[in-house]
């Protein structure tokens, strides 16, 4: 596990397929943050990971976040968390 207690294979696993950033460029949350608003109709308990865009783009816009589900570690979700504005 690691200091989140996201299991550590699964982390490598996002970073290495999803995110390809460094770890310290990640915000882990436990629970849909307030200004998530990404309409994904799902009450399954979930992990939000906020990671960089990775496209070396300078531009307004909302964050990008990673939806994993806490049970089975599958990506329900990845793209704009709609908190831009």
Excluded at 6 to 15: E, G
Excluded at 45 to 66: E, F, H
Aim: aromatic share 8%; glycine share 10%.
């Amino acid at each position: 596990m690691d200091q989140k207690g996201i299991p550590s294979d699964i982390v490598r696993k996002l970073m290495s397929e999803y995110a390809k950033c460094h770890l310290s460029e990640v915000d882990i949350r436990p629970e849909r943050p307030s200004n998530c608003n990404t309409y994904l109709p799902t009450l399954e308990p979930c992990w939000y990971v906020y990671v960089p865009w990775g496209d070396g783009k300078i531009a307004l816009r909302s964050s990008r976040v990673i939806i994993m589900s806490k049970a089975t570690g599958k990506i329900l979700y990845e793209g704009g968390a709609g908190d831009e504005g």
